[in-house]
């Protein structure tokens, strides 16, 4: 066994002997002065430690501490009142705390039960309850931010796990301080009622078995009584000022010392308020030269601190310049102005709030859910989102830009709330006509006093920080595959390819580049597809890239492979699915137009045609949008992704498959064809 496991058995041995057998007065005072001593170091340690998980072991410690004291405790009882001495340690306390009288050392010994119950041990144990219940509720918000950082690869495997365990030990150090509070309060009940017992105990015993009068038992088992109350209690208000110090520390930066004295003494002019203060207190019946000594002190500190402000001020001044001197000398310095953010959300002044976590705002928490989300739907990491302000915008106006550029913007109103009618409410409401700024959906902007009226009715009511996200997911769904770069295809193939290295040996370079897979991957993202199922995908395109490296026809190959997902994301299980056919003429027509080149293949068809193929999906999307189905095209495999292409200008949101993309058991039923 190790010396620490030893000595670690027998301070929890002790006590229970002391439980048992009489104790020794002079082991009694080592041991309550080793009790005192070992309450010292568990303040200074509270005191000192950059934060509460340095003393992990503190909810363990209360416990054994408190048997020891509580042993300690019931030993010094059983010895005044049998022998009516307890040794040294309880004599000087009794009489050097109490000065020897009766009344002021039990007057002291109930300020300090009251202190240690009703100030300390009552703010403790309600600041660990909350603090507890605290650290739970934000455990998912920080195992989410975890995962988002872990996605954009801004921490590693190990980074994430030290995080996620630092986050339970948290969590169960809280929980347990929440419970340890107990035993501390627990002591200092206890020990008034051992304080009575041994007061009433040794009245008896001195008066009717030792034939003292009255006030010679009064006088010797009341002194007793109060030191072995105050060597008790004064160890035990010691641990619970740690249990306080501890489960109130925020500081992770310096010891408390540090920061006390940083934040306490940092402004002069509270100093100098202070001084003034003082000044004016010395001419009431205060003591006078120590009013006057006081006030001295501050200001002169005060005009001290000021004068080291200023001096860090110029320095800090002095810097800046010369940092911007030198940035200005530099050649290279108009690098960073080349650089471009690749998703940007502007706002005006006005919708600051939403994003300031100080005021309230949650849209950071949402743009981390957003691309958490994206990255479950799509399987595609999404580059950080950029958030600043822009005083060229209209206050309630924001911007959504896509590598600089701007591809949408919405405008919202602030302590307004957008109400939509989905299409059956009849009863309307009294607001501002406006348009939803994802789907262009026409909308009212409502007040919080109609809020409660409007949802009654059937509304569907968004607050603005929503409507921003919801815009926000919209934007980066329809332009992710811009999004996507070699860079980031070259991660989800590290990704993988650890569990999957004769995949990627055989995919990688020796049948396509780095590059052709991005294009692969573009395309399916282009139409929406998840590319979370990488193993399919790369086992598809090593099976068929030996036969043709075009990558809109491996994109195909892939997509036949991923039937099952296409299957689940468009055709409802159990349902009868509407769908509109392709007229065989046409397919015949498209494939006889293709025309091949060194870029790739495109359609060469006649302009009147095209348009007249046009006209009529445009009336077939009509019919399935009254009957309130998605507008849902089935080709042959080898003319859709022409069709689609021919298509996609004039209907993006057109969905266009291939039998060989549809599972076997979905069913089917066709409500129109495409025809000319």
């Given at each position: 066994m190790k010396k620490t496991d030893v000595?670690?058995?027998?301070?929890?041995?002790?006590?229970?002997i002391f439980l048992i057998i009489p104790v020794p007065t002079v082991l009694l005072d080592v041991m309550m002065l080793l009790n005192l001593s070992i309450a010292l170091i568990i303040l200074f340690n509270a005191l000192f430690s950059k934060e509460a998980l340095n003393m992990s072991s503190f909810p363990t410690l209360l416990l054994i501490t408190t048997l020891f004291r509580m042993a300690l405790n019931v030993s010094s009882t059983r010895n005044i009142l049998l022998y009516g001495y307890a040794g040294e340690v309880v004599n000087?306390?009794?009489?050097?705390?109490?000065?020897?009288?009766?009344?002021?050392?039990?007057?002291?010994?109930?300020?300090?039960?009251?202190?240690?119950?009703?100030?300390?041990?009552?703010?403790?144990?309600?600041?660990?309850?909350?603090?507890?219940?605290?650290?739970?509720?934000?455990?998912?918000?920080?195992?989410?931010?975890?995962?988002?950082?872990?996605?954009?690869?801004?921490?590693?495997?190990?980074?994430?796990?030290?995080?996620?365990?630092?986050?339970?030990?948290?969590?169960?150090?809280?929980?347990a301080m929440d419970g340890a509070t107990k035993y501390v309060k627990g002591d200092a009940t206890a020990g008034i009622v051992i304080t009575v017992i041994n007061f009433i105990g040794g009245l008896v015993l001195g008066i009717v078995l030792q034939g003292m009068d009255a006030m010679e038992a009064l006088q010797r088992y009341c002194i007793l009584t109060i030191g072995d109350g105050l060597v008790s209690q004064i160890p035990s208000l010691v641990i619970s000022l740690s249990t306080g110090i501890l489960v109130t520390k925020v500081s992770k930066e310096s010891d408390l010392g540090n920061v006390l004295l940083r934040q306490l003494f940092s402004i002069p002019k509270v100093l100098y308020l202070v001084g003034i203060t003082l000044v004016v207190l010395a001419f009431t019946p205060l003591p006078t030269i120590i009013c006057l000594c006081y006030a001295i002190l501050f200001i002169v500190a005060g005009r001290a601190i000021e004068a080291t402000m200023e001096n860090v001020e110029i320095e800090n001044e002095v810097d800046e310049e010369e940092e911007s001197a030198e940035e200005i000398r530099r050649p290279e310095n108009v690098v960073s102005l080349l650089q471009v953010d690749p998703i940007e959300l502007e706002f005006g002044y006005g919708i600051i709030p939403l994003a300031d976590v100080n005021q309230g705002g949650d849209l950071l928490d949402r743009v981390v859910m957003i691309r958490r989300q994206i990255a479950l739907e799509l399987g595609c990491v999404v580059p950080m989102i950029r958030l600043r302000d822009n005083i060229q915008l209209n206050p309630n106006q924001y911007v959504i830009k896509i590598k600089g550029v701007p591809v949408s913007e919405g405008e919202i109103l602030f302590d307004h709330y957008m109400a939509m009618n989905p299409g059956y409410v009849e009863e309307e409401i009294t607001g501002i006509p406006t348009f939803e700024p994802s789907f262009h959906l026409p909308a009212i902007w409502i007040t919080e006093s109609q809020r409660e009226r409007a949802e009654s009715?059937?509304?569907?009511?968004?607050?603005?920080?929503?409507?921003?996200?919801?815009?926000?997911?919209?934007?980066?769904?329809?332009?992710?595959?811009?999004?996507?770069?070699?860079?980031?295809?070259?991660n989800l193939i590290n990704n993988i390819q650890e569990a999957n290295t004769t995949l990627i040996s055989d995919l990688v370079p020796k049948l396509l580049s780095v590059g052709d897979i991005q294009k692969v991957l573009q395309n399916l993202l282009r139409e929406g597809i998840s590319i979370r199922d990488l193993v399919t995908i790369f086992e598809s395109l090593a099976d068929n890239a030996s036969m043709t490296r075009d990558t809109d026809v491996l994109t195909e190959y892939v997509r036949q492979s991923l039937k099952r997902a296409i299957s689940n994301k468009y055709f409802p299980a159990n349902e009868m699915t509407s769908v509109v056919t392709l007229d065989p003429k046409i397919e015949q027509d498209i494939m006889n137009s293709i025309k091949q080149t060194e870029q790739g293949a495109y359609i060469n068809l006649d302009p009147e045609k095209t348009q007249s193929i046009l006209n009529s999906v445009q009336e077939?999307?009509?019919?399935?949008?009254?009957?309130?189905?998605?507008p849902i095209i089935v080709t042959s495999p080898i003319v859709r992704m022409y069709f689609k292409q021919l298509t996609l200008d004039q209907f993006k949101d057109l969905i266009v498959v291939s039998y060989n993309e549809i599972d076997t058991d979905v069913e089917l039923q066709s409500i129109g064809m495409v025809t000319v």
């Open positions: 000595m670690l058995g027998i301070y929890i041995l002790v006590p229970v000087a306390f009794g009489n050097f705390v109490g000065g020897g009288n009766l009344v002021v050392g039990i007057i002291i010994f109930l300020i300090l039960i009251l202190i240690q119950l009703i100030v300390i041990n009552k703010g403790s144990e309600r600041v660990a309850e909350v603090t507890a219940r605290f650290t739970l509720d934000a455990m998912p918000g920080k195992q989410m931010a975890i995962d988002a950082d872990l996605n954009t690869g801004a921490i590693n495997d190990d980074q994430a796990k030290e995080r996620r365990q630092k986050i339970q030990d948290e969590s169960t150090f809280f929980g009715l059937g509304y569907t009511v968004v607050d603005p920080p929503s409507i921003i996200a919801t815009h926000l997911t919209e934007i980066i769904r329809n332009h992710l595959d811009e999004l996507l770069t070699r860079q980031d295809v070259q077939e999307m009509e019919k399935m949008e009254e009957l309130g189905k998605n």
